[in-house]
């Protein structure tokens, strides 16, 4: 076989692998998505939005200890098991032990000083232990990592798409009899201990527990080390996400922050899309890589790339379109941050070309990634105060004033996108971007079938979400299957044979 049969081969395997992923994650997205919506319509209507901008704060803080913790093994393990001798339990474990040990260090950080997950109201009874929870979260986003490495991207599914989301939506009803107040935080552990049990218990099925191995702390230190890098864009991107609440926490009262925080959750649903593709673009992204075949790295992040951006797109029409009615939907309290989730559902779009460039970003020039990312935080934070006081200043309402952090969001968004795209160009030597006409008249097509259903009378407003947003979402993805996928894209919903795409276990 020539060499370049073998290329056309190896790519149409990683093509497979990354459309087997993508399947996998695409239902895992929609359970995760019939979750997530009962949990935002409880939380609205049950806690209202004082509490669950008290409830955000915390969980933002949580959140980005039990990032840093992890040190960048998310995306950094599956390159760790792909350049290494050792039996791959044993490094697994290492990864994990880093997590662990991690995880404690911030736990006893935010124990001490409590107040920075409650910076607008008094720590009472027990939420100074709330930081114990990083540990579960840390040690469960390692052990998926390690499944998706071995394409066991059913368990993260299942962790994070059903355990998780559906626990806390029906712990967060009940506990609202037992505390209006610390309802949702109890709703939030049991969630996170939930997805932790259903993290472990395939981990150990599929690795098995640690036979002869010892820590090498050295190897361990070096590990970390290493990934330093890894870690810091992950904290830097998922900053990105999330400072614009800490800066409302700063200038707004808590009820603010809990409408912000509700169109934040519905307008993140599609990012978690992204998100979830990580794990499996990372071992092929690795392996192209290792083989120094930069062009199938190039057309695996056009490819994903495509899928992402198309996927978005269609949640942007789906919810922005009649965005106060989704918002009402939580409650009617939170309609008057219709404005703010349209233009974060914006901004998802434009950013998603950067996020899946940064997959191999990375792994080729990552501390260059990493000062664009940097670059992006600052621009975004120094422009959320100015957008806010310069509303302040007009006399602006505070719904606009609050929406000023997601419009600096979309702008430090695109420009970051754009940056990280012209790299990737530059150092691959190849496209990384597909651009489609279909894209845009399939966003077209929909727009006009959502305007339809806008505009009829008062007395039908219930058509606009239990037929408009169907009929939304039919109308894109009839036109942009039918005129914009290639074969390759097509991909994505073709069965494919067996063990057609498995990596190399290295072992």
Not at 12 to 30: C, P, Q, V, Y
Not at 130 to 151: E, F, I, K, Q
Not at 226 to 249: K, Q, Y
Not at 479 to 503: H, N, Q, S, T
């Amino acid at each position: 076989m020539g060499r370049g049969a073998l290329t056309q081969s190896t790519s149409t395997e990683d093509i497979n692998a990354l459309a087997k992923g993508g399947r996998t994650n695409i239902l895992g997205f929609i359970l995760r998505l019939a979750a997530r919506l009962p949990f935002l319509f409880i939380a609205g209507r049950a806690y209202g939005p004082d509490i669950v901008g008290r409830y955000a704060i915390a969980v933002l803080v949580i959140e980005v200890a039990a990032l840093i913790a992890t040190l960048g093994l998310k995306r950094g393990l599956a390159q760790a098991l792909a350049s290494t001798e050792r039996p791959h339990a044993h490094v697994v474990w290492d990864a994990v032990t880093v997590a662990a040990i991690a995880s404690l260090i911030a736990s006893a950080v935010l124990i001490a000083f409590p107040q920075a997950m409650y910076p607008n109201s008094q720590v009472i009874g027990f939420e100074r232990l709330l930081p114990l929870v990083v540990l579960a979260v840390a040690v469960s986003d390692v052990t998926l990592a390690a499944l998706a490495y071995r394409h066991n991207i059913a368990a993260s599914v299942t962790a994070r798409a059903i355990v998780e989301p559906w626990t806390i939506s029906i712990a967060a009803w009940g506990f609202s009899f037992v505390s209006a107040r610390d309802g949702l935080m109890y709703a939030y552990v049991l969630s996170m201990l939930a997805a932790l049990a259903a993290s472990v218990v395939p981990f150990v099925r599929e690795y098995g527990l640690p036979r002869g191995w010892r820590p090498r702390l050295s190897d361990i230190a070096a590990l970390a080390r290493r990934n330093a890098p890894l870690a810091g864009a992950d904290a830097i991107e998922w900053g990105t996400r999330n400072v614009d609440r800490f800066i409302l926490a700063l200038l707004f009262a808590p009820s603010v922050v809990g409408i912000y925080y509700m169109a934040q959750q519905v307008a993140s649903i599609p990012q978690r899309l992204k998100s979830s593709f990580d794990p499996i673009l990372a071992p092929v992204v690795t392996k192209s890589l290792a083989d120094n075949d930069r062009k199938s790295v190039a057309k695996q992040v056009r490819q994903v790339g495509f899928w992402i951006v198309s996927a978005q797109a269609a949640c942007l029409v789906v919810f922005a379109i009649p965005a106060e009615g989704v918002m009402g939907l939580i409650g009617p309290e939170f309609v008057v941050g219709a404005g703010a989730m349209c233009i974060l559902l914006v901004a998802e779009v434009l950013a998603s070309t950067g996020a899946v460039c940064e997959t191999a970003l990375i792994y080729i020039v990552r501390h260059r990634n990493l000062m664009i990312s940097v670059a992006v935080l600052l621009l975004q934070i120094t422009l959320s105060f100015v957008f806010v006081f310069v509303a302040r200043a007009e006399g602006w309402s505070e719904p606009v004033q609050a929406a000023g952090p997601a419009l600096a969001l979309a702008v430090s968004l695109t420009i970051g996108s754009a940056v990280k795209a012209i790299l990737l160009r530059r150092t691959l030597a190849a496209p990384v971007v597909s651009i489609r006409p279909s894209f845009f008249v399939a966003i077209g097509a929909a727009g006009l079938v959502g305007s339809a259903f806008m505009s009829l009378p008062r007395h039908y407003e219930w058509a606009e979400l239990s037929i408009g947003m169907p009929a939304i979402l039919v109308t894109f993805l009839y036109v942009i299957i039918k005129f914009g996928f290639g074969p390759e894209d097509k991909a994505l919903f073709r069965k494919m044979p067996a063990g057609g795409a498995a990596l190399p276990n290295g072992e």
